[in-house]
C-alpha cells in the first residue's frame, strides 16, 4: 500500500486522471486541489508525531465513547 502512494504522489500526472474514475464526478481541477489538500508524506509515513497525535485521539474519544480503545495494529 505505501509503495502504491507513494508511486501515486511521485506521478500525480498519471494518478489523478485514474483516479477521477472514482472521484464521482469531481473535475480534474478539483481532484488536483483534493490531492494537495490531503496528500504529503505524512500519508505514507506519519511519523512519532502522528502516531501521538492519533494515540491521543482514539484516548479522549474512547473517554467519551464516542471510538473504541484504539486497535493495536493502527500504529504500523
Partial sequence: LRESIRYGYT??????????????GIDSRLGEKFVK??????TVD??????????ELF???SEKDLLPPMPEWALY
Avoid at 15 to 24: C, D, F, Q, T, V
Avoid at 50 to 55: F, R, S, V, W
Fill in 11 to 24: 506521478h500525480q500526472d498519471e494518478a489523478i486522471p485514474y483516479s477521477l474514475k472514482w472521484g464521482r
Fill in 46 to 55: 506519519m511519523g512519532e508525531k502522528g502516531k501521538q497525535a492519533l494515540t
Fill in 59 to 61: 484516548r479522549l474519544g
Fill in 37 to 42: 489538500m490531503y496528500v504529503s508524506d505524512l
